[in-house]
């Protein structure tokens, strides 16, 4: 099992960038994907994810309507469109593998589905 996050970068606030998360050895249909992310000092936070079974997706309330989460099965990637950039996006994000049941607000990643970092720092 592999996650592979990547699209990160130095913005300034009101820009969009777009994360990308390619997924090897499970597909996504399998397992729902979910973007967290962590700012210096601070705990990790889920900030969204997308379901496995239908595609419905889950927002934190501090992204939403700025973030969008998408998925193509055919490539095995997630993408996380984030516009309007705030300082407080600042982190590093990660994606993971795990459950993802937007109904319930709920996003877990499974042990030893955790990929590889990618930095957004938004700043003027």
């Known amino acids: 099992v592999q996650l592979q996050a990547s699209g990160g970068g130095l913005v300034q606030p009101g820009d969009s960038l777009r994360l990308s998360c390619v997924v090897s050895?499970?597909?996504?249909?399998?397992?729902?994907i979910g973007w967290f992310r962590q700012a210096p000092g601070k705990a990790r936070e889920g900030v969204s994810c997308i379901s496995s079974s239908d595609g419905s997706a889950y927002y934190v309330d501090s992204v939403k309507g700025r973030f969008t989460i998408s998925r193509d099965n055919a490539k095995n990637t997630v993408y996380l469109q984030m516009n309007n950039l705030k300082p407080e996006d600042t982190g590093l994000y990660f994606c993971a593998g795990g459950i993802c049941v937007p109904s319930a607000k709920a996003m877990a990643a499974k042990e030893g589905f955790w990929g590889t970092g990618t930095q957004v720092t938004v700043s003027s």
């Open positions: 050895g499970f597909t996504l249909n399998e397992h729902g």
